[in-house]
Every structure is written in C-alpha cells, then in structure tokens.
C-alpha cells in the first residue's frame, strides 16, 4: 500500500505536471538602427567638384559629336551623304594644282603725303574784313578765300597819283626851260654852265617820275594783296584767324592751310636689297604699278605709279625711300595717313600654283597630302616658290592637274582613305567601285 501523505507534504505533482512552465518574459523591442552622422560640408562640397569635373570632361571629350546634333551645326548633306558612301573614308576638302600667273611685289610701310601743302600768309598788314569760305571746304586756284581793309592803301594809291602828277608838271617845266636854254646858249647869251645845269635837272624829274610810278605800281599791288586768293587747289584745313582780327605782313602762323588732295603722294620704304630690280625696271623707262592698301592689308585703297626714287640710303635703317603718285577722287586717302605700299616688281607666267593653304611644315621638310587615284593619300615633299594672296608657285613635288589635300589635314595618316571634294567640280564616291568589285559573284575584270 502506498503511504498516506502528511498534511505537511503537498501532494507530488505527476511527472507531466511537475516542472511547470515558467512565464516568459515580454518580446523586447529592439533598438533602432544607429543612424550615421551626415557628412561635414567639406565632404558635400568634394562630392559637387568630382560630379562638376566629370561634366567637363564628358563634354570636352564628346564635344564635337554634340556640336554636329546642334541644328545649326549639323554637316552639309553632301558631306553627310559622303560619309555614308565613303565605307568610313576621311571628308576632306581637296584643291586641283593649276597652271597660271603669279606676281611679285615688295611691299613697304608708307605714310599719304601731298605733292603741295601751302600755308596761306598775308602779305599786307591790316584788319581781316571778310572770311569767303568754310573749314573743309575744297577751292581752286585762284578762288577768293581772304579781304584785308583795302582803305589804308586806296589813300596810298591816290597819294602816290598826286604826287605823280605834281612831278610831272615840274617836268615839262624844266624841258621848257631846258629849250629855250638851247637856243639862248646858240646864241652865246647864256653861259653852257647854265644849259648843263638845266639838262641835269630835267633828268632828276624824270628819275622823280619814274619814281611815283612804282609807287603808284605798289600801291596797287597792296590793292591786290588786300583780297587773297587761292594758290592751289586743294582742300582747305581748320580756320587760324577770326575777321575783326589785325594781322601782320608776313606772320609765321599763317591765316589758314591748303593741301593738294588730288593727285596724292605716298611715301614709302624699301631694304636696300630690293633695290636692284626696282632700278633696272626704271632705268628702262618702265613705270611700276604701286597700290596702296590698308593697315591691315585687307581693304585695297588706290592704284598708282612709282614717280621718284631718293637719292640715298638710310645708313641707320638699310631702306630707302620712293614716292608714288595716286589719283584721289574718292578721297580715299588722307594726308599724314598710314598705308602698306605695294610695288609690282615682276609677274611670273605659266607656273604652277596651289592654294597656300595646302601646304604643310614641320622642323625638316615642306610637304603636301596628296590624293592619289585610289582615293587614298600620300606625303608629298615640295618645294616653294613666291607667295601672293592664297596662291603659292610650286617649284617642284607637284604638277599640274594634282589633287592635294586642303582642309582636314589633320585626320590623316599615310595611305588614309579620304572622300575628297574639290570645290567647282563634281562630288565623287571613292568606295563605290571597291564596293561594286566586291560583291559576291562578281569578279574583277583583268585586261
């Protein structure tokens, strides 16, 4: 039999029911993630530079592929189209080498200098009535530009026609006398001391006459000066003296300047060694063609002649100075302006010619891209003659009828295919007879 428990003794629980669970604590929660702390602001402002730095670069770098999307950018259809039949041939511009003229000139730094320039003095002294033309005003020879008081000098002219007149009474007086003199010393009732004395009196008057003619002459000449006129034609300058002034006889100041501005003279410079065939064509009676243009050598101004040539060389400088002579209707010249001169030495006929722009230079040699037939390019080595404008003698390395390279040079490596285009002529496909050739089935033909 199974004991009885105590009462002290809790009745033992089963085996299932012995251990009882115990209760769980409540879920804890758990922490939130640690946020990081933001960046410092130095670390923004780098993360801004390299995204910047990145732009630029991407647009350095596709630059001109974005610049041909542009819509005004985009390439001629023509080259367009060229690309896409070229079967991936270089676009160039290409130039046909030519046959023709080319001249030589020496060109020289020149200053416009009239052939006359005149400062207009007065010759009499007095006040300055009337002033009969304008600040700019082109007159001609014998114009009336100037009126000086006439008066002071009519009283001098009426004066001097007295005087004259009373001279001339006591002249014929004094022949009178003289005769009757003549016939008295005939006579012997005279002494001849008398006669002589007489003779020599009628010889003073009329010195005495001759005398009150010229001033009578001077005083009109004064007249004559109180109006002043013209001495050349030219282009008159800023007024110098205001009416109402006095001015002087001869004043070193002048009352107003007049240059010549058609014809015009430029004075230029040469180096002394460019004077020998300069002297060989005058010397031969020939007369070289002179133009006168701009600073900048852009804007041809006029067509002349070389007139005159100094008559030594500057030892400081090596030049020497020539003066040309241009027609200047247009007043395209000015005086005192500065010009680049341009003398015509010679002209050099049936050469060969080619675009400057053609031509290459590196530290060794001088040398052009060539076309060949096959559309493919080579280096030509070439040599050069005399430059004028865009168009350069080729002495040799080329001949006439070559098709050389102009624009794009710089995509171009030895034996490049290039889709060439010569402005003026027809537009060609250089791949269109490989590409023919080598479609299947077809073979080339061999003769």
Same mark, same amino acid.
């Given at each position: ?33 640690? /946020? ?7 670390? $923004? ?24 999307? %542009? ?49 207009? /003095?007065?010759? !009499? ?19 009336? *530009? ?13 004066? %001097?026609?007295?005087? *004259? ?15 009757? #003199? ?17 003779? %020599?009196?009628?010889?003073? #008057? ?18 004559? #000066? ?47 060694? =460019? ?19 701009? $600073? ?36 395209? *010249? ?29 530290? =060794?040699?001088? #040398? ?43 995509? *171009?490596?030895?034996? @490049? ?24 089935? $077809?073979?080339?033909? !061999? @003769?």
């Amino acid at each position: 039999m199974d004991p009885i428990p105590t009462a002290l003794e809790s009745p033992r629980p089963s085996a299932p029911e012995e251990v009882q669970k115990a209760p769980s604590p409540p879920p804890q929660k758990a922490p939130p993630p640690l /946020q990081k702390a933001p960046p410092p602001a130095r670390w $923004r402002r780098w993360v801004w530079v390299l995204i910047v730095a990145v732009a630029a670069f991407a647009a350095y770098r596709f630059w001109p592929q974005l610049k041909n999307l %542009a819509p005004g950018n985009a390439p001629p259809p023509s080259m367009a189209k060229g690309r896409a039949k070229s079967g991936g041939a270089t676009p160039v511009v290409a130039a046909r080498v030519k046959r023709g003229n080319i001249s030589i000139y020496d060109t020289g730094l020149g200053a416009v200098t009239p052939i006359y320039t005149v400062t207009v /003095q007065s010759r !009499v002294t007095g006040q300055l009535m009337k002033v009969m033309f304008k600040e700019g005003q082109l007159v001609k020879e014998g114009d009336l *530009l100037l009126e000086i008081d006439p008066r002071p000098y009519q009283v001098m002219l009426d004066q %001097a026609e007295g005087q *004259l007149v009373h001279d001339q009474a006591l002249l014929k007086n004094a022949r009178v006398d003289l005769e009757r #003199y003549k016939i008295l010393l005939a006579q012997e009732a005279v002494p001849e001391q008398q006669y002589a004395t007489q003779d %020599a009196l009628v010889t003073q #008057y009329e010195g005495t006459i001759k005398t009150d003619q010229a001033a009578i002459d001077n005083a009109k000449l004064d007249l004559v #000066y109180c109006h002043i006129t013209s001495p050349i034609t030219g282009l008159i300058g800023l007024r110098l003296v205001d009416p109402g002034n006095i001015v002087q006889a001869g004043a070193a100041s002048g009352l107003l300047v007049i240059t010549q501005i058609d014809p015009i003279s430029v004075i230029f410079t040469i180096a002394e060694d =460019q004077l020998p065939p300069v002297l060989d064509k005058v010397h031969a009676g020939g007369k070289l063609p002179v133009e006168a243009w701009d $600073r900048e050598l852009k804007n041809k101004l006029a067509q002349g002649t070389l007139e005159t040539i100094d008559n030594q060389i500057d030892p400081t400088t090596g030049t020497l100075k020539l003066r040309a002579v241009f027609d200047n209707k247009a007043f395209k *010249l000015f005086p005192s302006q500065f010009v680049n001169a341009r003398l015509l030495v010679d002209q050099k006929r049936n050469v060969i010619l080619a675009p400057t722009a053609v031509i290459q230079r590196n530290s =060794q040699n001088t #040398y052009v891209w060539l076309v060949k037939p096959d559309s493919t390019v080579t280096i030509r080595q070439v040599t050069t003659g005399v430059s004028e404008g865009d168009q350069t003698e080729m002495l040799s390395g080329v001949e006439e009828g070559d098709e050389v390279v102009m624009v794009g040079v710089d995509k *171009l490596q030895e034996g @490049s295919r290039v889709n060439a285009q010569v402005p003026g002529e027809a537009p060609r496909n250089p791949g269109a007879q490989n590409s023919a050739d080598s479609k299947p089935g $077809r073979s080339k033909k !061999v @003769s």
